[in-house]
């Protein structure tokens, strides 16, 4: 019985070894709220069989404490914005006052009474002239989305639409993966290429467990939240999100554990950075050096200006020349010194919500990874 138990043993972990060396493994990295579960999301959509009714389900909660966490964040910091915002409903006050003293924390409930406050907090012009300035604070983006929704999200037979998942934001804490499978263009040969993609967690504190996959990476897809360009760090306030993002690319780019790896860069959340870009954004506030910057292309308005910006700011990085560096501190203690040579990055602007737009540019993702020969597929 020990024998036999051990042979399969041995013979499920060749199988496994052999499968391992035939996957393409990519690695989503990022900050914190760059986009990367969302990506995750949109394969399960795009190459599995998207979301069962269960599955759906099982997000109602997740999708409620983002309404509770989004009318809370928005409401405890009417007062402490400079200037202030108030309220220009009477009736908001009982509104206001209620859904503050519930506190941080998810009410014991989510009953009629407690929709019914948050749907008149939401309706008042303060609030929303509040929510309008929250790049002052930390807001979740899906906080508009689902406020707008309430009347269906309240519902005792709300079932989330596939979209609303989309949106739903729930912290990655822990290393999550994807299987899935993506048609081999004649081309390149026919057949169908087998992938696992993996997501860790983006924030300062997870970022120690990153180097725990890096082992037999072929590529990373690297994700930077474009519409961050006004705000900060939720662990350091003093910090922009946008230059942190820059930064740990860097970090990336040169670190000697991933450089056989592809580099492809989502400049992530265009939909968001054309908003606030239309509605009087200031780039140079927050990157003086944009006030000169003249881009190669020809751009047609502001926004367009700013995306090639950021595009620029990923060039600057990996036109740099070979260096010799450090391994970056993700191994505490090393010392490691070595030269590094710079390699090509893609670039591709995306809408990590909208999945004909994740479509079009995975079908890219993918003939660049061909095209690289980063590892054969076959």
């Not at 759906?56 to 999708?63: A, G, H, L, V, Y």
């Not at 406020?147 to 309240?154: G, T």
């Not at 519902?155 to 912290?171: A, F, G, S």
């Not at 926004?303 to 910006?309: I, S, T, W």
Request: charged share 30%; with cysteine; net charge neutral.
């Amino acid at each position: 019985m020990g024998c036999k138990s051990k042979k399969k043993e041995d013979k499920d972990h060749e199988l496994y070894s052999k499968k391992f060396m035939g996957t393409q493994k990519l690695l989503l990295l990022g900050t914190g709220e760059s986009g990367k579960s969302t990506i995750i999301k949109q394969m399960k959509i795009l190459h599995v069989n998207g979301f069962s009714e269960s599955e759906k389900k099982e997000k109602i909660p997740n999708i409620r404490q983002n309404i509770r966490e989004s009318i809370y964040d928005i409401l405890s910091h009417m007062n402490t914005i400079n200037p202030p915002e108030q309220l220009e409903k009477e009736e908001s006050k009982t509104a206001v006052e209620y859904i503050l003293q519930l506190g941080p924390k998810e009410p014991i409930e989510y009953t009629d009474e407690y929709f019914d406050q948050v749907d008149i907090a939401w309706r008042d012009e303060g609030v929303k002239k509040t929510f309008r300035r929250s790049n002052e604070y930390q807001l979740i983006d899906s906080a508009e989305y689902f406020l707008d929704r309430l009347h269906i999200i309240r519902k005792t037979d709300y079932i989330p639409t596939v979209e609303d998942i989309l949106y739903c934001r729930v912290k990655t804490v822990s290393i999550s993966k994807i299987e899935f499978e993506v048609q081999v263009p004649k081309s390149f040969g026919g057949g169908m290429a087998e992938f696992w993609m993996y997501d860790v967690g983006g924030q300062r504190g997870e970022r120690k467990k990153w180097i725990k996959i890096f082992s037999g990476i072929e590529t990373i897809l690297f994700l930077i939240a474009a519409s961050d360009f006004d705000l900060t760090l939720r662990e350091d306030n003093k910090i922009n999100r946008l230059q942190e993002s820059f930064n740990l690319f860097e970090d990336i780019y040169w670190n000697q554990f991933v450089r056989d790896a592809g580099l492809i860069v989502f400049l992530n959340k265009q939909d968001v950075l054309k908003r606030k870009i239309q509605q009087g954004g200031n780039m140079t506030e927050y990157f003086p050096e944009y006030s000169d910057y003249v881009p190669k292309e020809s751009c047609e308005n502001e926004y367009d200006k700013a995306k090639l910006f950021m595009k620029h700011k990923i060039e600057e990085i990996s036109a740099k020349n070979p260096v010799t560096i450090e391994n970056i501190g993700l191994v505490p203690g090393s010392n490691i010194l070595e030269t590094v040579s710079a390699r090509t990055v893609y670039t591709h602007f995306t809408i990590a919500t909208d999945t004909r737009n994740i479509r079009t540019v995975f079908d890219s993702v993918h003939q660049n990874i061909l095209q690289k020969n980063i590892r054969s597929l076959y």
